[in-house]
């Protein structure tokens, strides 16, 4: 099929491979072929699940492939030379880009599945156009991973990156969505042009862009030029991964896409971001100064906890979800940095326990922002409205979707035995492992300080989810549109059942997780030995420590069997709820406003909120007929340094307008005289 | 048979000076218009100089299309805008044009001479006139605010720019050609609608009123 | 055994914790000069509740009806965790840390959180809302103030914690007894108590933990009350025998039981003192006045820490 170039170990390492290349070229073809599909059929709505399909079938190839790779001992490397005359596309496929792949591929079934019912009602968007794009975004993201080469990384990061943006203003009468994709592309090519500097500027010197001379020829470039490299690193990734303080275009664009690829923008392409910094972190850049560790776990701690603070003052309920993405790049940065600091600081024990904490998390967050996402999406269609001030009761008439918005709550929320507490508990271990391994008294508390800040985070998380699910699905509906919400279609449900499936899963099994994701951790140069533990339990790096979450759960479902049965079943009576005499409607209830507002006083520092009360009377201020109520946060970022940003480059445009006379002869005079100089410079009169 | 390519571009270079000059329409197309003349007879002399039957297809679409049809078209265009009567629009005199224009020219000369040296006979005889008309073009565009005069200006640097490749290349494929002519004549009959938009909505063909667009 | 270990842990746990809260209240009416409710008096109340009647609002879902077993088991499931007298359950503790235990308890919390919405009444809403803010904001002291035997014994382990501890020469550090005073703060803080909460008022307005049982009455109230008072038990454990584990028995003999045992209710009447005292001589803080408290504990957590690597100093 593909001319095959590989060194392998035995005939099981072959036959793995052959399986996951096939696997993977059928992913890819099935990803065209969707595209191709949806163009053709963009007049045809009775058959636009058909692009869905055919996406959901090569994410399978994907999580196939990958998976044949991670468990086939797969430390080697295929490299399939393709489409030369575009000037050299290559892939490979090792343990890295295959677990990134399985990332893509789980969540990309889900959200396929969900798509085939949910595209159909959406309305306002072109369905042809959208089927398109998310086949071409999920092959974008694919071929990232899989990019053996600068060229190939590139091409495709633009492709993320443009079709997601096609994505995100899908919505044609929306002026939010366009503007939140002009701000998601602006931020995308800040990100994409340190990239370009990043790769090119070291192939002056080292005349290669495969990855694989990188991996040997960077580590040997001078100190000086390697940090400019991380930074570049740092921000053309940070500001993919939507890490703190370039995070501004995630809370935007994210809900504006259609639900099934904000999952797949908040759970898989953030994650892609995390892939390349680790890619080239890593693998390239060799072991680096102490500082380096620092800032990543620094940046990580204000993501985390900036992400969740403002997640918790959001009444959007999927700005709420896109504020938690930042929150837990965040954490997964915490992990990523801490293995920096321990590969600076030579304790592989600790790189180890790092990366797969960071690799853990990210594999989680895409399971449960994925559901939670598809979840927003349901009561998105049913309700028609994201404003979680409208909602409410959903419980009732939605069951399937509350039941597994409720996993993805709870996982999100790091509560045993969900998925969720196996990688923040890991996470818990490196910092600790750092504070145990102190070099100076900074790098312990570093590492304590970050234990402090992931417990805040976890407790922040918690209470926001509370709020989300609580305003959501509990109490009595706030509209009319709650009232009359129903459930959605069983794909939809299906799609993301299978995702709250694998939060249990993941959870479950953390040793058997670790294991899988070992050569990844391997590849990114963590020690060679299986993590510890045994099949049911997964230990950390730190003396002793050990969690099983099987017998865990298998205590809790005892435990609350037992309690069930003892209770009984007593006579049960259906009464009102208390409402101090008078009666309770919606309008009592309290809300997302109203529980957030210790928050937003106790945090009143960040938030600096402003308020405003209005309320209009007529013969005194006692009886008053109208009462409004403004309440709105103020974000530090965007103040303070978007802000200053944005008038400097209106002022300097504004300067530069001058120049812009409107006169044609005066453009053609520019064009002149530039051409003058040009010969003058080129006579040597200047 | 060089030596005649090399005075007929001299004359080109005439021409277009004498347009830096010109400001009344009539005599304006005339100038442009033998300029052509001049390019097409070039061409074809090229063209039997180095033996390339193509070269006389090109030579016969140069006077078919900028020595007849553009100044037909242009004729139509004044005809239609009919802007002769009016004040006569301010712009640079026709001394101190010339005075640039001479500098221009020197300027061009100079900067030929690198190309001149490595290049053939041909090349040396007219490549730095080629060169000067182009940016004589240019210079014409700028100073002359009539849309219409603006039109000839472009004509004369596109001239400049088909002497320049027909001396470096000896003639060039013929379907390169046909697609330059399509091009010229295309632009030039947009320009042609243009200009008669502008009088309609500024009643005059003065293009610096155009600055009024700007947003 | 480490099963028959697990049911005498659980056992102890539920039979021990209502008369803990029953001391708890009578030593507080003893210092204010009250003869106060007997101390069996919440053995009586639990009986009470679970033969009354069940009302459930109508507005209410399946959570409200699992909300209290979900916190009775998770709340159960935390506290065999911990030892009470005796490490031989350590087969079990092996698979548990101090991680554990504390996301246990948040599990029930967010659980008992969304039942405080589900009936749609406000004060429910407002328990909820400052029950999560509280809970949120006390974590970081939690976890900093553990991060001192933690990061002595080089494990979270509970039966690495407990080892570290026995060693005298860990609670004469500094960093030990700041540690040892934040966990206390946080303790308080923790099971809903004077200065941070108050366990005994009526009005609807200033409850925080009880405005989320609001709505609940019968068996499921009782099962509430009753893993919130093992809670209790649960968190004195945690300062009694993570930080002074003296006297638990290392070896399951009859002899060296009993003796953990009675040294294990002396430190209980120690902590459950203290709680009182603390109650009877501080007035409750407003409500925004809270998170100053709970900072409080994580500034002194941070104190402990500090010390720590200053007087350890680098390796």
């Known amino acids: 099929m593909f001319p095959l170039f590989f060194s392998g170990r035995g005939r099981k390492v072959a036959i793995f491979l052959k399986l996951a290349l096939t696997l993977l070229g059928l992913g890819l073809a099935g990803n065209l072929a969707g595209a191709a599909l949806s163009c053709a059929l963009r007049r045809l709505s009775s058959l636009s699940r058909w692009p869905s399909v055919a996406a959901g079938a090569a994410c399978l190839g994907y999580l196939a492939a990958g998976l044949a790779v991670l468990l086939g001992e797969g430390t080697h490397v295929v490299v399939l030379p393709m489409f030369h005359p575009l000037g050299g596309f290559s892939l490979s496929l090792d343990p890295l880009a295959a677990f990134f792949l399985c990332v893509i591929g789980l969540v990309g079934v889900a959200a396929s599945l969900f798509g085939q019912g949910y595209l159909r009602h959406l309305k306002g968007r072109d369905l042809g156009s959208v089927g398109a794009w998310y086949n071409l975004f999920l092959l974008s993201m694919a071929l990232v991973v899989t990019g053996a080469n600068a060229v190939t990384f590139l091409f495709f990061w633009e492709g993320m990156a443009l079709s997601s943006y096609f994505l995100v203003v899908s919505k044609k009468e929306d002026p939010a969505a366009r503007q939140a994709g002009f701000v998601y592309l602006v931020m995308a090519h800040l990100g994409t042009a340190c990239l370009v500097v990043l790769f090119l500027w070291p192939a002056a010197q080292i005349h290669s862009l495969a990855f694989a001379r990188m991996a040997i020829l960077w580590p040997g470039l001078p100190a000086g030029e390697k940090t400019i490299l991380f930074l570049l690193a740092l921000v053309g990734f940070g500001s993919k991964a939507g890490m703190v303080p370039l995070h501004v275009w995630l809370p935007r664009a994210h809900p504006a896409a259609p639900s099934q690829v904000s999952a797949l923008m908040s759970g898989v392409m953030l994650k892609v971001a995390i892939y390349g910094l680790l890619r080239v972190v890593f693998t390239f850049l060799g072991v680096g100064p102490v500082w380096w560790g620092l800032l990543v776990l620094g940046l990580g701690v204000v993501s985390a906890l900036l992400g969740v603070l403002y997640a918790l003052m959001e009444h959007d309920l999927k700005r709420l979800l896109a504020y938690h993405s930042v929150e837990n790049i965040g954490i997964i940065l915490m992990g990523v940095g801490v293995a920096l600091l321990a590969r600076s600081l030579h304790l592989p024990a600790l790189l180890m326990i790092g990366l797969l904490a960071a690799l853990y998390h990210i594999l989680n967050h895409a399971v449960f922002k994925g559901l939670l996402f598809l979840g927003s999406g349901s009561v998105a269609q049913a309700t028609g409205t994201g404003d979680m001030e409208k909602m409410g009761g959903l419980i009732h008439r939605m069951p399937w979707t509350a039941g597994g918005f409720l996993v993805g709550a709870a996982a999100i929320s790091a509560l045993p035995p969900l998925n969720g507490f196996a990688s923040e508990w890991l996470t818990f271990q490196a910092l600790f492992g750092l504070g145990y391994h102190p070099v100076a008294w900074w790098s312990g508390l570093a590492g304590t300080l970050g234990v402090a800040a992931l417990a805040l985070t976890g407790g922040l998380a918690a209470a926001c989810f509370i709020k989300a699910y609580g305003v959501t699905f509990l109490a009595l509906p706030r509209s009319r549109a709650a009232e009359k919400a129903a459930e959605v279609p069983r794909s939809m449900n299906l799609g993301a059942g299978i995702l709250a499936a694998s939060c249990f899963v993941l959870g479950l099994f953390p040793s058997r997780v670790a294991a899988v994701l070992r050569p990844a951790v391997a590849a990114l140069g963590g020690p060679h030995p299986p993590p510890p533990g045994s099949f049911f339990t997964l230990a950390s790096g730190m003396g002793g420590a050990s969690l099983s979450p099987l017998l865990l759960a298998a205590i809790l479902v005892v435990l609350l069997l037992a309690t069930r049965f003892w209770s009984g079943r007593m006579p049960e009576r259906l009464s009102a709820t208390w409402g101090c005499g008078g009666t309770l409607g919606a309008t009592s209830e309290y809300n997302a406003t109203s529980f957030a507002k210790p928050f937003r006083i106790a945090f009143a520092f960040l938030f600096r909120p402003v308020r405003e009360i209005n309320s209009g009377y007529e013969v005194s201020p006692f009886f008053r007929h109208s009462l409004h109520y403004r309440g709105e946060i103020r974000f530090l970022f965007e103040e303070y340094l978007y802000e200053p940003v944005r008038s400097f480059l209106l002022e300097l445009a504004d300067r530069f307008r001058q120049v812009q006379s409107g006169n044609l002869r005066t453009y053609l005079a520019y064009l002149f005289l530039t051409l003058l100089a040009l010969l003058a410079v080129n006579n040597k009169w200047l | 048979m060089v030596n005649l390519v090399g005075s007929l571009s001299v004359l080109m270079l005439l021409c277009a000076l004498s347009l830096v000059a010109l400001r009344r329409y009539n005599s304006s197309i005339v100038a442009v218009s033998l300029q052509s003349l001049l390019l097409a007879v070039a061409t074809a002399l090229v063209a039997h100089a180095m033996g390339n039957r193509e070269g006389y297809l090109a030579a016969i679409l140069t006077l078919a299309v900028k020595a007849v049809a553009i100044p037909f078209i242009l004729h139509w265009v004044k005809g239609r805008t009919d802007s002769g009567g009016g004040p006569p629009l301010k712009e640079l005199s026709p001394g101190w044009a010339l005075l640039v224009a001479g500098l221009v020219v020197i300027l061009a000369y100079q900067s030929a001479s690198p190309v001149t040296a490595l290049g053939g006979v041909l090349i040396r005889a007219s490549f730095p006139q080629a060169m000067s008309i182009l940016l004589l073009g240019l210079f014409i565009l700028i100073v002359r605010r009539s849309a219409l005069l603006q039109i000839i200006g472009l004509l004369v640097m596109e001239n400049g720019l088909y002497l320049s490749a027909l001396t470096a290349t000896g003639g060039m494929p013929v379907v390169v050609e046909m697609g330059m002519f399509l091009d010229l004549l295309v632009g030039v009959l947009i320009m042609g609608v243009f200009s008669s938009r502008i009088v309609g909505a500024f009643r005059s063909l003065d293009t610096d009123r155009l600055h009024k667009l700007k947003g | ?315």
Do not use: C
């Open chain 3, 1 to 315: 055994m480490a099963l028959t270990w697990l049911v005498i842990q659980t056992a102890l746990y539920l039979a021990l914790a209502p008369l803990v809260l029953g001391y708890i209240k009578k030593a507080k009416a003893y210092l204010q000069g009250r003869r106060g409710p007997d101390i069996r008096q919440p053995y009586r109340d639990l009986v009470k509740l679970w033969h009354k009647e069940t009302v459930t609002s109508r507005t209410a879902s399946w959570i409200t009806r699992a909300a209290p077993l979900i916190l009775f088991a998770t709340t159960l499931a935390a506290a065999v965790l911990l030892p009470t007298i005796s490490l031989a359950s350590a087969v079990y503790l092996r698979y548990g840390d101090i991680l554990t235990v504390i996301y246990l308890l948040a599990t029930g919390s967010f659980f008992l959180a969304l039942a405080g919405l589900d009936a749609g009444s406000a004060f429910g809403g407002m328990g909820s809302s400052r029950e999560s803010l509280l809970a949120a904001l006390l974590e970081p002291g939690i976890l900093l103030a553990l991060s001192v035997p933690v990061l002595t014994a080089g494990s979270t382990s509970i039966r690495r914690l407990v080892g570290a501890s026995l060693s005298p020469a860990v609670l004469l550090l500094p960093a030990h007894l700041l540690a040892l005073g934040a966990v206390f703060l946080a303790a308080i803080a923790e099971t809903g108590r004077i200065p941070v909460d108050n366990p005994d008022t009526h009005l609807e307005l200033t409850m925080i933990h009880e405005g989320m049982f609001l709505e609940y009455t019968g068996r499921p109230l009782a099962l509430l009350n009753w893993a919130v008072q093992v809670r209790q038990l649960l968190v004195l454990t945690v300062v009694a025998n993570l930080f002074f584990p003296w006297g638990l028995a290392l070896v399951p003999q009859p002899v060296s039981l009993g003796l953990a045992g009675a040294v294990y209710l002396g430190k209980l009447l120690l902590l459950g003192g203290g709680l009182a005292l603390v109650e009877s001589v501080y007035a409750k803080l407003r409500l925004f006045r809270a998170p100053g408290f709970l900072w409080a504990i994580s500034f002194l957590g941070l104190l402990a820490l500090v010390s720590r690597y200053l007087f350890r100093g680098a390796h």
